[in-house]
Nanobody, 127 residues
Framework: QVQLVESGGGLVQAGDSLRLSCAASGRTFSSNFMGWFRQAPGKEREFVATINWNSGNTMYGESVKGRFTISRDNAKSTVYLQMNSLKPEDTAVYYC????????????????????WGQGTQVTVSS
C-alpha cells in the first residue's frame, strides 16, 4: 500500500503562483511514477502532470504546459507541482496519484494507470 497526502491548495488570484506537495509513505518503491490530476465541478478528472521517480522524466497535460512544473524530492518521498500564471480555469480539486507497480515502457497519463490516490486539495483561482 502507498499512502498519499496532498497539501498546498488555496484561494489565489489570476496570475498568482501556488505550489502543491504530495507526501508518499508505505511501499513507495513499488511505484516509479507519481502524477497529478485535477477535477473541476461537473467535469471529468483531467491529467495534469507525471514524473518518473528514477529518471526524472516528466509529461504534462496540454492545458498546463509551460505554466506548471512537476518535481520530486526522493529523500522526502515528496512530489511537487509548481503552478505559475494561474487562470480561473485551473480551479479544481487536485489529486496526487501513484502507480501500483513499475511501468517499464511509456508514461502513464490515464487514471486507470494509477493505483493509489490522495484525498485531494482544492485550488481556487479568482479572476
Amino acid at each position: 500500500q502507498v499512502q498519499l497526502v496532498e497539501s498546498g491548495g488555496g484561494l489565489v488570484q489570476a496570475g498568482d503562483s501556488l505550489r502543491l506537495s504530495c507526501a508518499a509513505s508505505g511501499r513507495t518503491f513499488s511505484s516509479n511514477f507519481m502524477g497529478w490530476f485535477r477535477q473541476a465541478p461537473g467535469k471529468e478528472r483531467e491529467f495534469v502532470a507525471t514524473i518518473n521517480w528514477n529518471s526524472g522524466n516528466t509529461m504534462y497535460g496540454e492545458s498546463v504546459k509551460g505554466r506548471f512544473t512537476i518535481s520530486r524530492d526522493n529523500a522526502k518521498s515528496t512530489v511537487y507541482l509548481q503552478m505559475n500564471s494561474l487562470k480561473p480555469e485551473d480551479t479544481a480539486v487536485y489529486y496526487c496519484a501513484a502507480r501500483g507497480s513499475p511501468l517499464r515502457l511509456g508514461i502513464p497519463t490515464f487514471e486507470y494507470e494509477y493505483a493509489y490516490w490522495g484525498q485531494g486539495t482544492q485550488v481556487t483561482v479568482s479572476s
